[in-house]
């Protein structure tokens, strides 16, 4: 063979291999066809094929993410809604799925917006717009169930749905607004006029308690009061037999004389007398003294 038809040879079969050469990375998957018809399934790695002869088409089986674009709803009220969602999706790696997303399915992605956009007028236009801002999670889980039955045969999985957001007309929101704004003042307003109570309550407790203190001191002075009267009488019973007058007219000079009062007396009256007696009771005292009579044997005096 001449030489030019081996180099020839060589170099065709080096444009074959490297326009053919394949890469296919982790995160996609391939479908190899022939003549417009399906050959085999690629994984992830290095493949050749028949340039102009075969054609690989990759998929990618990550997870992805779509706007559902902001549309305007009507809710059941009336009321007219903007309302956003995203859709999060991803192609199963097998290879039945693979096929399913190309093969049975025209631009997957448009056709989740169209599907997740005409599936939120039918959710949300059966709720009032009230219900549908509060309920956000239950219309995610009906959004996505949707989804999952509509693109069974696709081979795809719907991740999950979000809503982006519901806005209601201006005039609605500030409406919405103030209502919110009377509410937060009420709850304030009661929860001052609680504050107000409770402290009015402490100070009425404080009053009592010391209105019940007072009581308790006067109680307890009026007692020791009485207690001091009734050691009084059992040493006068004792003591001054028959003298109660006289221990009583004591008590009345002594009081007397503790608080310096100036009496004015007559001669034979009365407190003269007292005293008169006083002054000889404590004679008599000082003579059994110095005679050494009135005491007893264990030393103490008698009375």
Do not use: C
């Not at 490297?18 to 003549?35: D, N, Q, S, W, Y």
């Not at 304030?188 to 203190?213: M, P, S």
């Amino acid at each position: 063979m001449p030489t030019f038809l081996i180099v020839i040879v060589i170099l065709f079969t080096l444009f074959i291999i490297i326009a053919g050469a394949k890469v296919i990375r982790p995160t996609h998957r391939g479908l190899i066809e022939r003549f417009g018809k399906y050959r085999k399934f690629a994984h992830p790695g290095l493949h050749i094929i028949l340039p102009f002869i075969d054609k690989m088409v990759q998929i990618n089986v990550t997870e992805k993410m779509v706007d559902a674009q902001k549309q305007e709803i009507i809710t059941i009220d009336n009321l007219n809604a903007h309302v956003d969602a995203q859709v999060y999706y991803k192609i199963r790696e097998d290879e039945i799925s693979v096929k399913n997303s190309q093969y049975n399915v025209q631009n997957i992605e448009s056709q989740i917006v169209n599907l997740s956009r005409t599936t939120l007028r039918n959710i949300i236009g059966t709720l009032t717009l009230k219900s549908a801002n509060s309920e956000r999670m239950r219309i995610n889980k009906d959004l996505v169930s949707v989804l999952k039955d509509e693109t069974s045969r696709w081979g795809i999985d719907i991740v999950r749905a979000e809503l982006k957001e519901i806005d209601p007309p201006k005039d609605v929101q500030d409406t919405m607004n103030k209502i919110v704004k009377a509410e937060n003042e009420k709850v304030a307003a009661i929860d001052f006029a609680t504050a107000l109570e409770t402290q009015a309550d402490g100070q009425r407790r404080a009053e009592i308690k010391k209105a019940e203190g007072v009581k308790q001191a006067a109680i307890l002075e009026a007692e020791g009061k009485a207690e001091a009267l009734r050691l009084v009488n059992e040493a006068a019973e004792k003591y001054f037999v028959g003298n109660a007058q006289m221990l009583r007219q004591i008590e009345a000079v002594e009081k007397s004389l503790t608080y310096n009062t100036k009496i004015l007396i007559p001669n034979n009256g009365s407190f003269v007398n007292i005293i008169n007696d006083m002054v000889g009771t404590t004679d008599t005292i000082k003579s059994e003294v110095d005679t050494g009579k009135g005491y007893r044997p264990d030393g103490s005096y008698k009375v």
